[in-house]
C-alpha cells in the first residue's frame, strides 16, 4: 500500500470519528433549540447561518455536473463560493490557511463571490432588520471560536454585500494575491472592528493595508468589477450554490469532489486526495516568527490550528509575545486577533 492510500484511508477513518463525535456529543435543551431554530430560519433567510452545519445561505446538496472547469498548471482546482460577511467562511480561516500551507503546490484557489445578502427587501426567519443578526453573530462566534462582534448590526449595520463583493472582484483586476488578502482585511474590519465595509472609505482602507491602489480600485469598482460579480452569480447558479462556504475541487479530468460548508480540517485534505492520490504535504516552519511572517494576522484557533499549539496554550503564549513587544492585541468583547507590531 504506497503513502497516499494509506493516508487516504486514514483520513476517512478519522471524518468518520469527527462525524461520530459530532452525533453523540450530547447537547442540553437550550442548545438544541438554538439548533431547531437556526435550521428552520435559514431555509428563508441568508444571515442566519446554521453553525452545526456551517452554512451561511440557503442549502443544496446538490451542485451542477453541467460545469467544465478550466484547469491549470495545478493538478488540484478549487472553487471557492464565498462572501465577504459570511461569518461560516470567517469559520473557515483556520482550515484554508492550513490547506495552503500544506497543500499549496497541488492546489489552486479560483475565489468566487456568491451574492449573500442583496438587500433587506424581505421578512423571513425571524429576521426582519439588521439588529435582528446581532445576537446570531455573537453565538457563531463562540461555535466557531473565531472573534466576530455581533454589534455592527446595531452599530452601522451594511445595506447589502454586494458593494464588497464587487470591490473584491475589482481587487482581483489588480493582483489576486493581494485580493485575497484585500478580502481578509475586510472580514477583520467588519467581524472584529464593526466597520460598514459596504462604504466606500472601509474599503478603501482595506485596499491600502492590502498593498493595493485605492485609487484605480475606485475606477475598477465603477466600472468592470460589476460585470465581473455578475459572471460569479451566474457561476454559482450553474454550479447550484446555494450556500457559503461552498468548494468544488476539480482534476484535470473534471471528477469533483464538493465540501459543502464549514468542516474539519480532513475533509479538505480527503478531497484532494480522492482526485489526486499522489499528493504530498509540504512541511512548513511552525514557529511564531514564520506563521506570523507568513499571514501578518492570526487569530488564536487559527495559530492553534497551524502551530500544532493546544487551543489552552495559544491565547496565553500570543499574549506572552504581545507583552515582551513581539505582537500588538486587537480585543473584542468575542475574542481577539493578533499581529505584527
Not at 473584491?168 to 485575497?180: P, S
Not at 455578475?230 to 446555494?242: I, N, P, T
Request: aromatic share 12%.
Amino acid at each position: 500500500m504506497n503513502k497516499a492510500s494509506a493516508w487516504y484511508k486514514f483520513a476517512i477513518i478519522v471524518i468518520w470519528l469527527t462525524a461520530f463525535y459530532s452525533c453523540t456529543a450530547q447537547v442540553n435543551d437550550a442548545q438544541k433549540n438554538k439548533i431547531k431554530m437556526a435550521k428552520d430560519s435559514i431555509n428563508n433567510n441568508p444571515l442566519i447561518c446554521d453553525p452545526v452545519e456551517g452554512i451561511c445561505g440557503i442549502p443544496d446538496s446538490t451542485a451542477s455536473q453541467q460545469v467544465t472547469s478550466q484547469q491549470t498548471g495545478k493538478p488540484i482546482k478549487i472553487v471557492y463560493f464565498t462572501d465577504p460577511i459570511c461569518s461560516s467562511c470567517w469559520g473557515i480561516e483556520p482550515q484554508l490557511r492550513k490547506l495552503k500551507l500544506e497543500y499549496g503546490k497541488h492546489i489552486e484557489i479560483d475565489y468566487r463571490m456568491g451574492g449573500l445578502l442583496p438587500d433587506w427587501s424581505y421578512n423571513s426567519g425571524g429576521i426582519s432588520k439588521p439588529s435582528d443578526v446581532a445576537h446570531h453573530w455573537d453565538e457563531v462566534s463562540a461555535y466557531y471560536d473565531m472573534p466576530i462582534d455581533g454589534d455592527i448590526w446595531l452599530e452601522d449595520p451594511l445595506a447589502s454585500s454586494y458593494p464588497p463583493s464587487i470591490a473584491f472582484k475589482a481587487a482581483q483586476m489588480q493582483d489576486k494575491e493581494k485580493a485575497i488578502l484585500f478580502l481578509r482585511k475586510m472580514r477583520e474590519l467588519l467581524f472584529l472592528r464593526k466597520k460598514n465595509i459596504a462604504k466606500w472609505e472601509h474599503m478603501a482602507a482595506a485596499a491600502k493595508s492590502a498593498g493595493l491602489n485605492p485609487e484605480q480600485l475606485k475606477i475598477d469598482f465603477e466600472g468592470k468589477a460589476k460585470s465581473l460579480f455578475e459572471e460569479d452569480l451566474k457561476l454559482a447558479k450553474e454550479y447550484g450554490v446555494r450556500g457559503f462556504p461552498t468548494m468544488i475541487f476539480m482534476n484535470s479530468s473534471n471528477t469533483r469532489e464538493v465540501v459543502y460548508g464549514a468542516k474539519p480540517y480532513p475533509f479538505y485534505e480527503t478531497a484532494i486526495f480522492k482526485l489526486y492520490p499522489q499528493a504530498g504535504k509540504s512541511e512548513y516552519t511552525k514557529t511564531w516568527e514564520a506563521l506570523f511572517a507568513q499571514y501578518p494576522s492570526l487569530t488564536a484557533k487559527e495559530f492553534t490550528e497551524l502551530s500544532g499549539t493546544p487551543r489552552a496554550e495559544s491565547e496565553k503564549y500570543l499574549d506572552e509575545l504581545t507583552a515582551n513587544g513581539k505582537l500588538e492585541k486587537i480585543t473584542t468583547k468575542n475574542g481577539a486577533i493578533w499581529q505584527l507590531k
